[in-house]
């Protein structure tokens, strides 16, 4: 069962410091681009991930392809992607063992939640964590204690 509850959410997003963001865009008005510089607001290092733009920079970050091609491990891996687009990344997420991944809002995949959650991944679906920090009251990750 995804990790929804505010108190999950929480710990998931005090213990985080990197993400890749799969589904970045360079266009300012998108909701990943204004999520990722959100993040990157408060302290998260976070690593765009778009194939069509690999190579290019968003926000400062250089883009990969995929969460394969990262040059570190990280935290979560964050979608925005339609759900039926989800597949390939979840599997990918479990083949690295990347501890969270966070779904979007709109964002749902059971089954592949379930994949993760049975690998011992902890999954958010059908949330932001750009409206999660202010309701959580967290502010900068590095004065979260």
């Not at 995949?109 to 959650?117: L, S, T, Y």
């Not at 011992?120 to 949330?127: H, I, P, Q, S, W």
């Amino acid at each position: 069962m995804p990790s929804n509850q505010p108190d999950q959410m929480r710990a998931i997003l005090e213990r985080v410091r990197t993400i890749a963001l799969v589904g970045a865009s360079e266009k300012t008005n998108r909701p990943s681009h204004e999520v990722m510089e959100f993040m990157q607001a408060h302290g998260y290092r976070v690593i765009p991930v778009n194939p069509r733009l690999a190579g290019k920079k968003v926000l400062g970050e250089t883009v990969y392809a995929d969460i394969a091609s990262l040059p570190e491990s990280v935290d979560m891996v964050e979608v925005f992607l339609a759900p039926e687009r989800t597949d390939a990344i979840i599997d990918e997420a479990i083949d690295l063992k990347v501890p969270v991944i966070w779904l979007q809002i709109g964002v749902i995949n059971d089954e592949g939640a379930a994949r993760a959650e049975a690998a011992g991944l902890t999954v958010v679906m059908d949330r932001c964590p750009k409206q999660e920090i202010p309701r959580q009251g967290l502010t900068k990750i590095n004065s979260i204690s």
